[in-house]
């Protein structure tokens, strides 16, 4: 095992901040290393380096014996870095062919020769043994076939070093399973392979090294078998913490109306024939894979899907509600599973998106807001939710981190007083200690008489937080769960493993 | 830093800036967030008055002043709802055709003989009708707003030729909205560009509507995802443009005397490029109705300054065109410095 990319105290500053202070990294061909850390430890800034995108400030990178002070998109992958980041950088209207040779199609006399384009699509897709036809448009593919398509594509360009930046955060377990084979047939044939993740179970299901960063610095390294999840753990947050851990049994009373109940609910093709009833004061985790069907079922249940067969009472009212501003009037809150595109208003102050549901509440006559008013909605639950922000109402949520940003948008719904929230993969892209701290909430908020709904396709969530689970497969409720009996690999079993 | 509440309440519900905060230290962040986008545009503006004051003696006097005021407060009316469509990532280039069909529809009723409150009651419908027609196309239908008045612009311009057999309609009777100075010797349009200031500045900054629109324009999905009725709300803002331009229209027909297809070319553009001169944003989200009145104010003192300094019109437009340009630039930088 050679070391084949070396960083040497590479140190990067936004706005007059350092967000890393002297960072070392090697990363050794045939050998998978996890880049491990919560959000803001500085780890996407690290391999933005890498992969150059980023100009550090000081320090070095030597890559196969060559020094660079810095590099640049087009060095680095000169010099073999290719870089998987999570939001897809792909064509989605081309063929699978197309997109594997973009950027440097294969021509004669600037005509396409076609047929070489195929070949090489041909010849990756085999060398990595995957099974996707060539002419097949991108854009109509699965997530976890997209991600394929652009990892073949930095393989056919000869890369040395590949670096996954939070790889799985869309995958279904298969095509997890499916990547972690995938890169371990990489490593043995030579690629130095940099996986970044906040993900514990995956450091072990896959790498070699481990690296775990904190606060801009190297918190620890080394061999990932001489660390366990706890060690992890606390390096990734600086503290001994106790792991996956069930939260205290009830110790309030549940209304005696459900505020939610689906019977017979069905949704095709999505879902069908879904039964379940959600009482103030619990938290019921609907769990399944992606593609499960739970996702479409807490949508259907806000609104934005219409039911097929089968009824739903919210508050004990019949009736399909429309859209998400009748479900609202009802009393469901949503908190959607991709925050940046669904839940926040990124430019917009902080206290506008805690208020943007309640803003006729807030309102004077239902008509004339006020600065103050949503500034005493965002004081209201700045410090119950220990919202991490300058303290200014006026400041942009997008200046905030994911795990904050989604305490705003839960503040929106508690400002709103919902009895009934639905929540959609609350913690995607949250650090631990946020995802700690949102969990306790919502704990909280069931102990008030708050009915929550969580659809997850995160297993650790549900033992974290739930009540009572419900399993969700290919559509259908398949068991369900309730107290102590729901342990991760209950779940996974059920799940259908 | 603790902010009191009531300098809270205080501040403009512009987005604060993000220009020239990004690379300095966090108490100077804070006080350049509270810099509004548009404090750069008094200093554009202030520096256009002293260098044309220097150059021509007929600049500097109350006349003049009126008389830019005057030129400016057709544009001005129709950018004031141009900016809130804007801010909700909408746009509507309809308004000149529409306002010249406003003009022409206004002539034709007024000249055979119908009561006066009844063609100005017709003028309005117009205009709010066309602006339905393009709320009715972009919400219910679907269709890009851009697309859609791109459109009902050619329509209306071409329905006003028909309305008039390709003449211009002149009237007698109807020049005390465009022409007469009720008070301060500053003439109705002028004071009726004021209301339409303040109205529109108060329902950004103390309405839910207000709100709505910039919700929408910051994030359309996550704003109807939290209740907001979006469609509602844009319909709205297209029928609040399209009130604007029946009152232009009538202001139009009042001033010039006559209903005309070739009236009001180019409205559209300068309002646009008032609107995003004023720091709105093409990406929606953010802007202010004071920030397009300073942004009508410049294109009014150029063009103003333009004639004074007997330099041909046609230059009003080479300036006006670059004006648009480098506001749209700036809003550029201002994302990807935002990005950082």
Redesign the interface.
């Known amino acids: 095992m050679a070391t084949l990319l070396s960083a040497h105290g590479v140190r990067k500053s936004f706005g007059g901040v350092e967000v890393l202070h002297g960072v070392d990294l090697d990363a050794a061909s045939g050998s998978i290393l996890a880049l491990l850390g919560e959000n803001g430890a500085g780890k996407s800034t690290l391999v933005k380096i890498l992969a150059g995108d980023y100009v550090p400030d000081a320090g070095e990178i030597e890559i196969g014996g060559e020094r660079y002070s810095h590099l640049t998109p087009i060095s680095a992958r000169a010099a073999g870095v290719r870089m998987i980041h999570q939001e897809f950088q792909d064509a989605p209207t081309l063929s699978v062919a197309e997109n594997i040779s973009l950027g440097r199609l294969p021509s004669r006399r600037s005509l396409v020769r076609w047929r070489a384009v195929r070949e090489r699509a041909q010849t990756v897709l085999a060398q990595m043994g995957v099974d996707l036809d060539p002419d097949a448009q991108v854009g109509s593919l699965r997530v976890g076939e997209r991600q394929v398509v652009e990892i073949a594509r930095a393989l056919s360009d000869q890369a040395r070093v590949l670096i996954l930046d939070e790889p799985t955060a869309a995958l279904s377990q298969q095509e997890v399973d499916r990547l972690f084979d995938f890169l371990r047939r990489l490593r043995d044939q030579g690629t130095a392979i940099i996986y970044i993740t906040h993900r514990l179970d995956e450091v072990h299901a896959i790498s070699d090294r481990v690296q775990v960063l904190r606060d801009g610095f190297v918190a620890t390294e080394g061999e990932t078998s001489g660390f366990d999840r706890a060690a992890l753990v606390e390096a990734m947050i600086g503290r001994a913490a106790a792991g996956v851990v069930r939260p205290p049994a009830r110790a309030w009373e549940l209304g005696a109306e459900p505020m939610l109940e689906l019977r017979g609910a069905a949704a095709e093709p999505a879902f069908a024939d879904v039964t379940l009833r959600v009482f103030p004061g619990e938290v019921v985790a609907l769990y399944g894979k992606l593609g499960a069907g739970s996702a479409e079922v807490a949508e259907a249940v806000f609104g934005l899907r219409k039911l097929t067969a089968g009824t739903m009472l919210v508050g004990g009212e019949a009736g399909a509600a429309s859209g998400p501003a009748a479900s609202i009037g009802r009393g469901v809150g949503f908190v959607p599973a991709d925050r940046k595109r669904e839940a926040i208003l990124p430019v917009r102050p902080v206290a506008e998106n805690v208020a943007a549901s309640s803003w006729r509440l807030l309102a004077r006559f239902r008509l004339l807001i006020s600065r103050r008013a949503e500034a005493r909605a965002y004081r209201r639950w700045h410090d119950a939710l220990s919202i991490r922000s300058r303290n200014d109402p006026l400041q942009p949520v997008a200046t905030l981190s994911g795990g904050n940003q989604q305490k705003v948008v839960l503040a929106r719904w508690l400002e709103r007083g919902s009895p009934l929230l639905v929540m959609s993969e609350p913690t995607r892209g949250v650090d631990v200690g946020a995802r700690a701290e949102l969990y306790r909430s919502m704990r909280e908020l069931a102990s008030n008489g708050v009915g929550i709904l969580v659809s997850t396709s995160d297993y650790e969530e549900v033992v974290q937080v739930a009540d009572r689970a419900l399993v969700m497969a290919r559509g259908r409720i398949v068991a369900e769960l309730e107290g102590d009996a729901i342990t991760t690999s209950r779940l996974l079993t059920e799940a259908g493993g | 830093?603790?902010?009191r509440?009531?300098s809270?309440?205080?501040?403009p519900?512009t987005?604060?800036s993000?220009v020239g905060a990004?690379?300095?230290?966090?108490r100077l962040?804070?006080i350049a967030?509270r810099v509004p986008d548009w404090a750069a545009l008094v200093v554009v503006l202030a520096v256009l008055v002293v260098f044309f004051s220097f150059k021509t003696p007929y600049f500097f006097n109350t006349d003049n002043f009126i008389n830019i005021l005057i030129a400016s407060a057709v544009v001005g009316i129709i950018a004031c709802p141009a900016t809130m469509l804007l801010i909700a990532g909408q746009f509507d280039l309809s308004v000149g055709g529409a306002t010249a069909l406003v003009t022409a529809v206004f002539a034709e009723s007024f000249t055979h003989d119908r009561p006066l409150i009844v063609s100005i009651l017709l003028a309005v419908g117009v205009g709010a009708g066309i602006g339905a027609v393009n709320g009715f196309l972009v919400t219910v239908i679907g269709i890009n707003a851009l697309i859609t008045t791109i459109g009902t612009m050619g329509v209306t311009r071409a329905f006003a030729f028909i309305e008039t057999n390709g003449q211009a309609i002149g009237f007698n009777g109807f020049s005390t909205l465009g022409v007469s100075r009720p008070l301060l010797n500053i003439p109705w349009m002028v004071w009726i560009f004021v209301v339409i200031v303040l109205l529109t500045t108060f329902s950004m900054r103390?309405?839910?509507?207000g709100?709505?629109l910039?919700?929408i324009g910051?994030?359309p999905?996550?704003?109807?995802?939290?209740?907001?009725?979006t469609r509602r709300v844009i319909f709205a803002g297209f029928v609040l443009s399209g009130l604007a331009v029946g009152l232009t229209g009538l202001l139009v027909a009042s001033q010039t005397g006559q209903g005309s297809g070739n009236a009001a070319t180019g409205l559209e553009f300068s309002a646009i490029t008032a609107v995003v001169l004023g720091g709105a944003?093409l990406a929606g989200?953010?802007g202010s109705i004071v920030g397009t009145i300073l942004g009508v104010l410049v294109i009014g003192v150029v063009n103003n300054g333009i004639v004074l300094l007997n330099i041909e019109s046609f230059w009003q437009d080479v300036v006006r065109g670059l004006l648009l340009i480098v506001a749209v630039a700036v809003d550029r930088l201002r994302l990807r410095l935002?990005a950082?």
């Open positions: 830093m603790t902010v509440e009531d809270a309440a205080a501040a519900p987005a604060p993000i990004a690379r300095r230290g966090p962040r804070q967030a103390a309405t839910t509507f709100r709505s910039y919700a910051a994030n999905a996550a704003a109807r995802l939290a209740g907001i009725r944003s989200g953010r935002a950082e």
